[in-house]
């Protein structure tokens, strides 16, 4: 359920991007994974992967349960200060209501004057020890999440406003 829910966005998602740029490059990889070059940018959809059962380790476990993730991300030439990219999550999870799996999009940032030490802001994290501390916003220097769990399950997601 959650690849094909992932191959539908990614399909939705790569039409929308190449139909506004067409002479963006598209490789592809195992479905649903692909990467669009346009100039010196490039965006990889990575392939999805199973979370481990428990993978929250010592820090808490939040509320909710991850079944599968996968990421996006941008990568860009380096500018004057040294950032390159930013990468944003994709977590198959029941987020926001208890039992009720879908893709949901955040991304996660390094608050106050950390952030100045990072070439990639936001960023993905895989669900693991650093993600439940940031869930839980348990500790203030430590990587945050930078906005809310976004639901990502439907193809209208994507599309342009």
């Given at each position: ?50 979370a481990a059962p428990d ?51 955040t991304a996660f940032m ?32 430590r990587a945050q999440i ?16």
């Open positions: 359920m959650a690849v094909q829910a992932l191959k539908r966005m990614a399909t939705t998602l790569k039409a929308v991007i190449t139909e506004s740029a067409p002479s963006a490059s598209v490789s592809t990889g195992i479905e649903p994974c692909w990467t669009i070059a346009l100039n010196r940018a490039e965006l990889r959809l990575a392939p999805p992967m199973a993978p929250w380790g010592d820090r808490g476990k939040p509320a909710f349960e991850v079944i599968a993730f996968s990421e996006l991300n941008l990568h860009l030439s380096e500018d004057r200060y040294d950032y390159e990219s930013r990468s944003h999550s994709l977590w198959y999870c029941d987020a926001q209501e208890a039992g009720r799996y879908q893709w949901f999009e390094i608050p106050g004057i950390r952030l100045a030490m990072t070439r990639q802001e936001p960023f993905a994290l895989k669900p693991g020890r650093d993600a439940a501390v940031a869930v839980a916003d348990a500790w203030p220097d930078a906005w809310p769990f976004t639901p990502r399950s439907t193809s209208a997601n994507w599309t342009r406003s």
